[in-house]
């Protein structure tokens, strides 16, 4: 039995374990690259759980809306152009602690300094140019969520045999 609360989930049998969800997409370097499987690979390996997937062309509000948070700052503008420039794969990952998991796969912000391993660390170069974007909390996560998905396209009732192999 799943019953939703925000951008988490009970599972309500016995246990009661808080499952987050995050937003993530493969912005249009990774689409073009041609490693978007690469990508999604490093979170499916990790043991979290897709639960929402698209390919979609952002529109130049949805992305100033994404990235409200930087307005005003002086790489604003290109990030907008970079993100609408091609397709990404907007998506939602599902698990315990998911947010800060995903976020420690995606690696640094700057991709110069981000650790080996890490998407960032093993695919990328740039700043400008790295690759993927994850949710950096709980409000953010919500919040990204909610651009990108309306309820009925995230898979909520979708419980798999192997949770119990990846999360006691
Ligand atoms: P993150 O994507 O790791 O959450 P962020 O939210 O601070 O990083 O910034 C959003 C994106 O903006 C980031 O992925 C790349 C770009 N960016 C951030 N800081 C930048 C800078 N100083 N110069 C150029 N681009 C930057
Ligand atoms: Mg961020």
């Not at 009661?16 to 912005?27: G, L, N, Y």
């Not at 990952?93 to 420690?104: F, M, N, T, V, Y």
């Not at 790295?130 to 950096?136: K, R, T």
Request: aromatic share 8%; charged share 25%; net charge negative.
């Amino acid at each position: 039995m799943y019953e939703t609360n925000g951008s988490c989930i009970y599972y309500s049998e016995d246990i009661k374990v808080s499952v987050e969800r995050t937003f993530v997409a493969i912005k249009p370097d990774g689409v073009e690259r041609g490693i978007i499987g690469e990508v999604i690979k490093r979170f499916e390996s990790r043991g979290l759980k897709l639960v929402g997937m698209k390919l979609m062309k952002l529109s130049n509000e949805k992305a100033q809306e994404h990235y409200g948070e930087h307005k005003g700052k002086p790489f604003f503008d290109g990030l907008v152009s970079f993100i609408t420039a091609g397709p990404i794969v907007a998506m939602v990952w599902e698990g315990k602690g998911a947010i800060a998991l995903c976020r420690s796969t995606i690696g640094a912000t700057n991709p110069a300094q981000a650790a080996p391993g890490t998407i960032r660390g093993d695919l990328a170069v740039e700043i400008g140019r790295n690759v993927v974007h994850g949710s950096d909390g709980p409000e953010s996560a919500k919040r990204e969520i909610g651009i990108f998905f309306s309820e009925s396209e995230v898979c909520a009732e979708w419980p798999r045999a192997v949770d119990k192999w990846v999360s006691e």
